[in-house]
């Protein structure tokens, strides 16, 4: 058995739409807007920034900056990157959750 600890790094694992859109759907679900920016950084990691940025028109620079740990991405940036993920940005009634 080993005892070597390997760095997991979530963009790895994002090489379609489908799981990008579900690991996106899933940081939407937390309303946590720090973990949203968090999610979309990682995902535009896997994307590639170089090429996000050529796609967006925006720059390497804005997209780091954005969804940065301190990044507060405009949802005119948000929907960019979306656009060229090729994932959409849907609206869903809140279903409430039981009371305990």
Same mark, same amino acid.
């Given at each position: 058995?080993?005892? *070597? !600890? ?7 694992? @994002?090489?379609?739409?489908? #799981? !990008? ?6 940081? @939407?679900?937390?309303?946590? #807007?720090?973990? !949203?920016? *968090?999610? =979309? ?5 896997? *994307?590639? =920034? ?7 028109? @925006? #720059?390497?620079? $804005? ?11 405009? +949802?005119?940036? =948000?929907?960019?990157?979306? $656009?060229?993920?090729?994932?959409? +940005? ?6 409430? *959750?039981?009371?305990?």
């Amino acid at each position: 058995m080993s005892d *070597k !600890i390997y760095d997991y790094d979530p963009a790895a694992a @994002l090489d379609n739409e489908e #799981s !990008i859109a579900v690991f996106l759907g899933d940081a @939407l679900e937390t309303g946590d #807007s720090i973990y !949203i920016a *968090k999610a =979309m950084g990682v995902v535009a990691r896997a *994307k590639g =920034m170089t090429e996000l940025a050529r796609e967006t028109g @925006l #720059s390497r620079e $804005q997209l780091y900056r954005s969804f940065s740990e301190r990044g507060n991405p405009t +949802l005119k940036t =948000m929907l960019a990157v979306m $656009q060229a993920l090729g994932v959409d +940005l849907t609206a869903r009634p809140h279903h409430e *959750k039981p009371a305990a």
